[in-house]
């Protein structure tokens, strides 16, 4: 088990856009779904956006739905999270995981005990 990794995260202005990458292992994607979640300063982490492996079907957490777009490409093994329209409160490191369960056709943010192989996070900070 290889955990993911994350990248794109910086520093931006509200109303910029910025788009983090989550790097997989080959294959992962053809079976996998992908969730992305983040951690705000002080606060618990709590689930964004997924997307599931069999008919990429996706899911997006109230706050950022019509703002933030989950994608995969699954020949370059990366899910990409297009993040809109920033807001300070959209400030928080931002973690990608792998569903534990395979061949899912949806996806769920509900638990994030459903998820494994956790990246070490990318820092996203967005300043009003």
């Known amino acids: 088990q290889v955990p993911l990794v994350e990248s794109g995260g910086g520093l931006v202005r509200a109303g910029e856009s910025l788009t983090l990458s989550c790097a997989a292992s080959?294959?992962?994607?053809?079976?996998?779904?992908i969730a992305w979640f983040r951690q705000a300063p002080g606060k618990e982490r709590e689930g964004v956006a997924c997307i599931s492996s069999s008919t990429d079907e996706t899911y997006y957490e109230d706050s950022v739905k019509g703002r933030f777009t989950i994608a995969k490409d699954k020949a370059r093994n990366t899910t990409y999270l297009r993040m809109n329209s920033l807001e300070p409160e959209d400030t928080a490191v931002y973690y990608c995981?792998?569903?534990?369960?395979?061949?899912?056709?949806?996806?769920?943010?509900?638990?994030?005990?459903?998820?494994?192989?956790w990246g070490q996070g990318t820092e996203i900070t967005v300043t009003s």
């Open positions: 995981a792998q569903d534990r369960h395979d061949g899912n056709r949806w996806c769920s943010l509900m638990n994030e005990n459903d998820y494994k192989d």
């Open positions: 080959a294959s992962t994607l053809h079976y996998y779904g």
